[in-house]
């Protein structure tokens, strides 16, 4: 059974810093492209990062700078570094799995139907 486990979560005042974590399991983590996605209170979802298998990252124009993705295969996890937080960053952040085993994209699809999706941590940017 494919898990996914966000952790890291939390407020932290604008200008702050942050590392939310997901650790996987129940398949073979280094074969999968990542990606994380947010949905900030009243709106739709939102790409933030791509992580692909052997480490290349892409990320939205509104975090381009501020955000680093990064993975550990050893470990099965995955981390998002995300500096100069801003309100806007407000979200629930989740992990999710490119539904294909081997395949590297550079977005994924918007829709919750897309691949396999953690519960979500949330991240609260406010003073």
């Known amino acids: 059974e494919v898990q996914l486990v966000e952790s890291g979560g939390g407020l932290v005042q604008p200008g702050g810093s942050l590392r939310i974590s997901c650790a996987a399991a129940?398949?073979?983590?280094?074969?999968?492209?990542m990606y994380w996605i947010r949905r900030a209170p009243g709106k739709g979802l939102e790409w933030v990062s791509t992580?692909?298998?052997?480490?290349?990252?892409y990320y939205a124009d509104s975090v381009k700078g501020r955000f680093t993705a990064s993975r550990d295969n050893a470990k099965n996890t995955m981390y998002l570094q995300m500096n100069s937080l801003k309100p806007e960053d407000t979200a629930v952040y989740y992990c999710?799995?490119?539904?294909?085993?081997?395949?590297?994209?550079?977005?994924?699809?918007?829709?919750?139907?897309?691949?396999?999706w953690g519960q979500g941590t949330q991240v609260t940017v406010s003073s």
């Open positions: 129940g398949f073979t983590f280094t074969n999968y492209c």
């Open positions: 999710v799995r490119n539904p294909l085993e081997f395949q590297n994209t550079r977005q994924p699809e918007l829709t919750t139907a897309f691949g396999y």
């Open positions: 992580i692909q298998r052997f480490g290349t990252t």
